[in-house]
């Protein structure tokens, strides 16, 4: 008791210090944790409207592919009204990046 002399009621603040740098790193963290919890819905949300290139995909729907004619729950929308699943849509796009021409489903 004397070597605290009149001070020890300080010590009361200790504990109530902590509780505030607690308090303040959980909200930093949650914060932190929050924005990249929205960049990865954006990225999501960019990867399904670009390609790896950055250009824009067609949009899309679930339906019935005019290539292979089996039914997906993501079939792209190509000019002339043709529908592609994401694997026939890759070919697609592939051969129009070698220049090859277009060709719609027989
Ligand atoms: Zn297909």
Do not use: I
Request: proline residues 8%; glycine residues 8%; charged residues 20%.
């Amino acid at each position: 008791m004397t070597a605290l002399g009149t001070y020890w009621p300080f010590l009361l603040l200790v504990p109530t210090a902590l509780t505030v740098v607690v308090l303040v790193v959980s909200l930093v963290a949650k914060a932190l944790l929050g924005r990249a919890r929205v960049a990865a819905v954006r990225r999501a949300r960019r990867a399904e409207r670009f390609d790896a290139q950055g250009r824009p995909l067609p949009p899309f729907a679930a339906g019935l592919c005019d290539y292979c004619q089996k039914p997906f729950d993501k079939v792209y929308y190509l000019e002339g009204g043709y529908r592609a699943c994401e694997a026939c849509f890759g070919n697609v796009a592939r051969r129009q990046l070698r220049g090859e021409p277009w060709q719609p489903p027989t």
